[in-house]
């Protein structure tokens, strides 16, 4: 699992996350992707490069989106993909963190709760 992140012109932070979000996957990432997200008020999570998800890595992005949203801050995920998105939907998962596969939009969500 690769994890990398850039502050787009609009103000939110976008992390994106490249491989299988799996039990070792997620142990790769936890720690960066909990500090980077604990510290901005938007945060849009690029996934259309995650191939597999697992239960560890729902926890990995409920974790940091709870730890958001008690700061007044929102997570969306951005673009997940067939299996990955039918586990976000199943999970329940998509109920608590937005998903939208239009860049303009996730960034809309991702600030609309960061400013209100």
């Not at 999570?45 to 990995?60: E, K």
Request: hydrophobic share 55%; no cysteine; aromatic share 4%.
């Amino acid at each position: 699992m690769e994890i990398n992140f850039a502050m787009q012109p609009s103000g939110v932070m976008m992390i994106t996350l490249v491989g299988r979000l799996d039990i070792q996957g997620a142990a790769r990432i936890d720690v960066q992707f909990s500090a980077v997200a604990a510290s901005s008020a938007a945060v849009v999570v690029d996934m259309g490069a995650v191939t597999f998800m697992a239960s560890m890595g729902l926890r990995t992005l409920l974790l940091a989106a709870k730890a958001m949203r008690g700061k007044a801050g929102r997570m969306v995920l951005y673009r997940p993909q067939g299996d990955v998105e039918a586990v976000l939907v199943t999970s329940g998962t998509s109920q608590l963190v937005p998903v939208s596969h239009d860049l303009a939009a996730a960034e809309q969500l991702a600030l609309g709760a960061a400013a209100g």
